[in-house]
């Protein structure tokens, strides 16, 4: 059923001479990938005929001498067996490869991109998108598994408009979608290795492993700063707020911004939401107020008719503290903003909190410390938090190690590190940074901000899910000190497994009593930091020890951590759950007779890291310990 581009010669009029051309710069390559795709056995028979002619797309050919890159482009053909939808073969109509692809947000990441269309014998027709990604992480200690592991999303399309789909990728037109991986053994790339054709297989294969070379060792960007860059972040006008200074109990100043909400006048037969939301961020960068995005979730919630308040706590740049721990925050910070909330809005009003990271351990530490009343709260919603926080196998090893204590001591008496100047650093917060450079990371970038910031705390965010301008505004504007006192407490809390207090004693947990309101917890499927684990620990603690609230988990498929929040599609996909969880609850949010069910979506990854990097951390280990001996 496919044509191959040999098939097609015949129907072309070209010239002999232009046929041996043609046929002298292909390279024939055929390799069998096998693996699961929903939990069901598929496998891939692909025929890929690299630089082969095609005027659309990647395919296109051109001289070997001209584009050498171009042997790593083709055409595919074959078929796919994936008899649990379809007992016949899958052949492929049209298939397209590009085994270095590149996007200008991750420029130290290759992609292989697999794009086959896909026809049964009934006439059913199918999209096979599958996907390698290779991140320069720890001199290529994953090099092997991800340059062999192929995610695949698999789905079947409506009427058989592929073209459509493929143009306007309308889920709502597909009958099937369903997530996996495949990938190829050691014995069917040797195969793969000993049946290649075509006078370039030896320059294909140079190619190829120089392109690798280059991720894995070399690490050199394929985008230039600049490329990456916006040269300026453009805002446009945002709604205005009213910025509120508060005072809390143990003598601290901090700040909120409130948004008044805006009154729908095109729907004015809406029933208006009925309480304030209260937005808590993350460790001191911003989730929810973004300037450079027209879909925030402080836009969203306006247009929802809500009125917002974003607590800028002590560890907010703007006021950073010297000295202060993660229980400080729930004890004395969150208890100020409601206060003031109440005062606003009525001795009796109830508030939706959405919580991020270390905001929902400080929010579960006010309500399970006693320090603020669940009578208070309508609904809470956390996103990679909760009163459990596990973290990725990397994430454990660096919190495990003594790295943070050796930090600490390298940073002396002032504990605020400036991420954005650094003309009045002192020679211990520039050596802090540069080793923060080398620490190894996830995903690398080319901005020194994002390096510094990520090489302390590792990856908030796939880049890949975030706009250009938001990643500067978030390098160069938002983060401009990095206050680190907190970071003792959080250390025992990611060790722990759950929420403690300053002291390391289990002082929360056992007052399940104290959580008596709806819940909804978000993990990102594809874990930077904080695993999935998080959310499911704590879906079942307040399943047993609060039975009468509805509580609901999410699991968001190709999200990492703060890209929950942050991502240029996080208003389609994760936003709804926001406001259909604080609707639930202004209904009542009390269990209707019939067990709530977990929202699911599943991954292409569980963790990231792993052990495996660990002999790397020797040697870091001895640099640190001897700065320690030195510095103490």
Same mark, same amino acid.
């Given at each position: 059923?496919?044509?191959?581009?040999?098939?097609?010669?015949?129907?072309?009029?070209?010239?002999?001479?232009?046929?041996?051309?043609?046929?002298?710069?292909m390279?024939?390559?055929?390799?069998?990938?096998?693996?699961?795709?929903?939990?069901?056995?598929?496998?891939?028979?692909?025929?890929?005929?690299?630089?082969?002619?095609? @005027?659309?797309?990647f395919?296109?050919?051109?001289?070997?001498?001209?584009?050498?890159?171009?042997?790593?482009?083709?055409?595919?053909?074959?078929?796919?067996?994936?008899?649990?939808?379809?007992?016949?073969?899958?052949? /492929?109509?049209?298939?397209?490869?590009?085994?270095?692809?590149?996007?200008?947000?991750?420029? &130290?990441?290759?992609?292989?991109?697999?794009?086959l269309?896909?026809?049964?014998?009934?006439?059913?027709?199918?999209?096979?998108?599958?996907?390698?990604?290779?991140?320069?992480?720890?001199?290529?200690?994953?090099?092997?598994?991800?340059?062999?592991?192929?995610?695949?999303?698999?789905?079947?399309?409506?009427?058989?408009?592929?073209?459509?789909?493929?143009?306007? @990728?309308?889920?709502?037109?597909?009958?099937?979608?369903?997530?996996?991986?495949?990938?190829?053994?050691?014995?069917?790339?040797?195969?793969?290795?000993?049946?290649?054709?075509?006078?370039h #297989?030896?320059?294909?294969?140079?190619?190829?492993?120089?392109?690798?070379?280059?991720?894995?060792?070399?690490?050199?960007?394929?985008?230039? *700063?600049?490329?990456?860059?916006?040269?300026?972040?453009?805002?446009?006008?945002?709604?205005?707020?009213?910025?509120?200074?508060?005072?809390?109990?143990?003598?601290?100043?901090?700040?909120?911004?409130?948004?008044?909400?805006?009154? @729908?006048?095109?729907?004015?037969?809406?029933k208006?939401?009925?309480?304030?939301?209260?937005?808590?961020?993350?460790?001191?960068?911003?989730?929810?107020?973004?300037?450079?995005?027209? #879909?925030?979730?402080?836009?969203?919630?306006?247009?929802e008719?809500?009125?917002?308040?974003?607590?800028?706590?002590?560890?907010?740049?703007?006021h950073?503290?010297?000295?202060?721990?993660?229980?400080?925050?729930?004890?004395?910070?969150?208890p100020?903003?409601?206060? *003031?909330?109440?005062?606003?809005?009525?001795?009796?009003?109830?508030?939706?909190? /959405?919580?991020?990271?270390?905001?929902?351990?400080?929010?579960?530490i006010?309500?399970?410390?006693?320090?603020?009343?669940?009578?208070?709260?309508?609904?809470?919603?956390?996103? @990679?938090?909760s009163?459990?926080?596990?973290?990725?196998? &990397?994430?454990?090893?660096?919190?495990?190690?003594?790295?943070?204590?050796?930090?600490?001591?390298?940073?002396?008496?002032?504990?605020?590190?400036?991420?954005?100047?650094?003309?009045?650093?002192?020679?211990?917060?520039?050596?802090?940074?540069?080793?923060?450079?080398?620490?190894?990371?996830?995903?690398?970038?080319?901005?020194?901000?994002?390096?510094?910031?990520?090489?302390?705390?590792?990856?908030?965010?796939?880049?890949?899910?975030?706009?250009?301008?938001?990643?500067?505004?978030?390098s160069?504007?938002?983060?401009?000190?990095?206050?680190?006192?907190?970071?003792?407490?959080?250390?025992?809390?990611?060790?722990?497994?759950?929420?403690?207090?300053?002291?390391?004693?289990?002082? &929360?947990?056992?007052?399940?009593?104290?959580?008596?309101?709806?819940?909804?917890?978000?993990?990102?499927?594809?874990?930077?930091?904080?695993?999935?684990?998080?959310?499911?620990l704590?879906?079942?603690?307040?399943?047993?020890?609060?039975?009468?609230?509805?509580?609901?988990?999410?699991?968001?498929?190709?999200?990492?951590h703060?890209?929950?929040?942050?991502?240029?599609?996080?208003?389609?996909?994760?936003?709804p759950?926001?406001?259909?969880?604080?609707?639930?609850?202004?209904?009542?949010?009390r *269990?209707?007779?019939?067990?709530?069910?977990?929202?699911?979506?599943?991954?292409? &990854?569980?963790?990231?890291?792993?052990l495996?990097?660990?002999?790397?951390?020797?040697?870091?280990?001895?640099i640190?310990?001897?700065?320690?001996?030195?510095?103490?």
């Amino acid at each position: 059923m496919h044509r191959t581009c040999e098939e097609n010669m015949d129907s072309m009029p070209k010239t002999t001479k232009e046929h041996e051309n043609m046929f002298s710069d292909m390279v024939l390559v055929k390799e069998v990938m096998r693996g699961f795709i929903a939990g069901m056995p598929c496998t891939a028979h692909l025929t890929m005929n690299m630089n082969c002619r095609d @005027n659309k797309g990647f395919g296109h050919q051109s001289s070997v001498i001209e584009d050498p890159n171009s042997l790593l482009k083709g055409k595919v053909g074959g078929y796919v067996i994936f008899k649990s939808v379809e007992k016949e073969k899958l052949f /492929i109509l049209d298939g397209k490869v590009d085994l270095c692809a590149v996007d200008s947000r991750t420029p &130290y990441t290759q992609y292989m991109h697999y794009g086959l269309t896909l026809a049964s014998s009934s006439g059913s027709k199918y999209i096979l998108e599958g996907k390698k990604v290779m991140n320069p992480f720890l001199l290529g200690s994953h090099a092997w598994q991800e340059s062999t592991t192929m995610l695949v999303t698999f789905r079947k399309i409506e009427h058989n408009d592929v073209k459509s789909h493929i143009q306007h @990728n309308n889920s709502s037109d597909e009958l099937l979608s369903l997530q996996g991986e495949l990938r190829i053994s050691i014995f069917e790339l040797l195969r793969s290795v000993v049946r290649l054709k075509g006078k370039h #297989r030896s320059k294909f294969i140079c190619l190829l492993l120089q392109s690798l070379w280059r991720t894995y060792i070399l690490q050199v960007p394929r985008y230039i *700063k600049e490329d990456f860059n916006s040269p300026e972040v453009e805002r446009g006008p945002y709604p205005p707020y009213i910025l509120h200074s508060l005072n809390t109990e143990d003598g601290y100043t901090i700040s909120c911004k409130q948004w008044k909400r805006i009154p @729908n006048l095109w729907k004015p037969q809406e029933k208006q939401p009925q309480y304030p939301v209260l937005l808590l961020n993350g460790y001191s960068g911003e989730s929810y107020w973004l300037p450079t995005e027209r #879909r925030d979730l402080v836009r969203i919630l306006l247009e929802e008719g809500y009125d917002i308040w974003l607590l800028q706590p002590r560890l907010h740049p703007l006021h950073p503290s010297n000295d202060f721990t993660i229980e400080d925050i729930g004890k004395f910070d969150i208890p100020a903003v409601i206060s *003031k909330i109440r005062e606003v809005h009525g001795p009796f009003s109830r508030i939706h909190v /959405i919580a991020h990271c270390v905001g929902g351990l400080a929010i579960h530490i006010a309500l399970m410390g006693g320090h603020v009343s669940a009578s208070k709260i309508a609904s809470l919603s956390c996103t @990679n938090s909760s009163m459990f926080f596990k973290l990725t196998k &990397y994430a454990l090893v660096k919190m495990r190690l003594p790295l943070l204590p050796v930090t600490m001591a390298v940073l002396g008496r002032n504990k605020t590190l400036s991420i954005t100047d650094s003309s009045k650093d002192d020679f211990r917060h520039s050596l802090l940074k540069h080793l923060a450079r080398i620490i190894p990371r996830t995903e690398r970038c080319t901005s020194d901000e994002c390096e510094i910031f990520s090489g302390i705390f590792g990856n908030a965010f796939w880049h890949a899910n975030i706009s250009k301008t938001l990643h500067q505004w978030l390098s160069k504007q938002n983060v401009t000190h990095l206050p680190m006192s907190g970071f003792p407490h959080l250390r025992k809390i990611c060790n722990a497994g759950f929420v403690i207090d300053a002291e390391g004693k289990d002082m &929360y947990l056992i007052h399940s009593e104290r959580m008596a309101m709806p819940t909804l917890y978000i993990s990102g499927g594809r874990s930077l930091l904080v695993t999935p684990e998080t959310s499911m620990l704590a879906y079942r603690y307040m399943r047993l020890h609060q039975p009468g609230f509805q509580h609901k988990r999410v699991v968001m498929e190709g999200y990492g951590h703060s890209d929950l929040l942050i991502g240029e599609e996080s208003y389609k996909s994760v936003f709804p759950h926001f406001i259909s969880h604080m609707r639930m609850a202004e209904g009542g949010g009390r *269990k209707n007779g019939r067990e709530e069910s977990v929202v699911y979506r599943e991954a292409y &990854y569980d963790d990231n890291g792993g052990l495996r990097g660990f002999t790397f951390f020797i040697c870091l280990i001895a640099i640190f310990y001897y700065l320690y001996r030195f510095f103490c």
